[in-house]
């Protein structure tokens, strides 16, 4: 290994989070080159030539999104850690096929989220929209509300985050039911009463009260919500999607809810943001949207360079790093 390991950070750090990376070892040095990238995404070339000498010598890239031929411009670089957990907005082709080693940030989002599932949860059952319009348009009305004990939950994707929504699920007396790649019949997960492999989808899909979409953006993912899992779910289940939108194919969504094939959707990721402010999402009362915020904290830059930091360490040391991305499978 060089004696000095040249990080280049293509997102504003933090003057604590870079701190914590900078801690890691004297053999390391942090460049942060967020503007100079950010001047070339909005058609700025003007500095490029300095934003390649930086690339020339890295060794480590931290990053959200990634310069446009990195490869070619990093000849030294030999591990990605990127920011975020779903790695398919930087997975591009050529990445995919190289032997560059991506890193992502699994690991410290599943209780934000889980927590963000769990107030969609209950504010459906409590009709807590119905208490905001009525704020808003000075009504007074009386209404029903309900508990989330002995409703079923159908978590779609149990990695970290499907296990931690399980888990806060349980603290509430649910049933949960989840779907996980590698499951086979028999197979037991704790906080889990029924696991069921990605075939029987619908199975789950049929028998839930909420359907938690939890699992990576692949291909094999893309789309997988559409016209037949919906109409497998109840009419008076709810979708929650905290995953990414492209998992659900969105114009049938809107129909879904238009025509009340199910009774409304928790919507903290769409197929393309922001959200057109002409979608009927926007203005549908048995949606409740966000701006992908559920996996975003105040400290979430100092919890992402303590991860970063952990596998800077590992790296020199040569030990095996944290959150390896399967590039093949896209997560």
Do not use: C
């Amino acid at each position: 290994m060089a004696e000095e390991t040249r990080v280049v950070a293509i997102n504003k750090i933090e003057p604590e989070a870079l701190d914590i990376i900078r801690a890691v070892s004297h053999e390391i040095s942090v460049k942060d080159v967020t503007d100079l990238a950010r001047a070339e995404r909005n058609g700025d070339y003007s500095r490029s030539d300095e934003l390649d000498r930086e690339l020339e010598r890295a060794e480590v890239v931290y990053a959200l999104k990634l310069p446009e031929r990195l490869l070619d411009r990093a000849p030294r670089l030999k591990w990605i850690q990127t920011i975020s957990t779903g790695v398919e907005k930087i997975l591009t082709p050529e990445l995919a096929r190289s032997q560059m080693v991506v890193t992502n940030m699994s690991g410290i989002h599943e209780v934000t989220i889980a927590e963000f599932v769990l107030m969609l949860m209950l504010m459906f059952v409590k009709h807590a929209p119905g208490s905001f319009y009525q704020q808003i348009e000075g009504r007074w009305k009386w209404f029903p509300v309900d508990v989330l004990t002995d409703k079923t939950v159908g978590i779609v994707g149990l990695g970290r985050i499907g296990r931690e929504v399980a888990r806060v699920s349980r603290l509430f007396n649910m049933k949960v039911l989840a779907t996980r790649r590698s499951a086979a019949t028999g197979d037991v997960e704790e906080n889990v009463d029924l696991l069921l492999p990605p075939t029987r989808l619908h199975e789950l899909l049929s028998l839930s009260d909420f359907v938690v979409l939890a699992l990576p953006l692949t291909d094999e993912s893309r789309g997988l919500i559409g016209e037949e899992e919906l109409k497998a779910m109840r009419p008076s289940a709810r979708l929650i999607n905290v995953s990414r939108g492209a998992i659900v194919d969105e114009p049938i969504l809107i129909q879904a809810l238009q025509e009340g094939w199910i009774a409304g959707a928790g919507l903290d990721v769409f197929a393309e943001e922001p959200l057109s402010p002409d979608s009927p999402l926007r203005r549908m009362r048995n949606v409740i949207f966000s701006p992908h915020v559920s996996g975003d904290i105040e400290a979430y830059d100092v919890g992402a360079a303590r991860l970063f930091a952990e596998n800077l360490r590992r790296y020199i040391e040569g030990r095996p790093l944290l959150n390896v991305v399967d590039k093949a499978r896209g997560y």
